[in-house]
Nanobody, 114 residues
Framework: QVQLVESGGGLVQAGGSLRLSCAAS????????MGWYRQAPGKQRDLVAT???????NYADSVKGRFTISRDNAKNTVYLQMNSLKPEDTAVYYC????????WGQGTQVTVSS
């Protein structure tokens, strides 16, 4: 079983920055892919960014050039640096880890005011 604990969400003005962290703990051999999804009210959960253990990244078009995903394999932690935030980035951000199964964090709220 894998537990994911997210931190770093909050309220920020448009144009500001936030950094999300997600630490994985529990019994697992490896987590090939880690990443972030987000869900705005009334909308589906969408991909934000993912990163493999080898460092290969994938971003949603809407965040390219503004968000950067990284990970520390030794700490089983993934980060999401979010710059130039826009009101449309407001959502609950969920951490994802893929090992034998898919695991989700509890979510952290990000609110960007205009």
């Amino acid at each position: 079983q894998v537990q994911l604990v997210e931190s770093g969400g909050g309220l920020v003005q448009a144009g500001g920055s936030l950094r999300l962290s997600c630490a994985a703990s529990g019994r697992f051999s490896s987590l090939n892919t880690m990443g972030w999804y987000r869900q705005a009210p009334g909308k589906q959960r969408d991909l934000v960014a993912t990163i493999t253990s080898a460092g290969n990244t994938n971003y949603a078009d809407s965040v390219k050039g503004r968000f950067t995903i990284s990970r520390d394999n030794a700490k089983n932690t993934v980060y999401l640096q979010m710059n130039s935030l826009k009101p449309e980035d407001t959502a609950v951000y969920y951490c994802l880890a893929i090992g034998v199964l898919r695991y989700w964090g509890q979510g952290t709220q990000v609110t960007v005011s205009s």
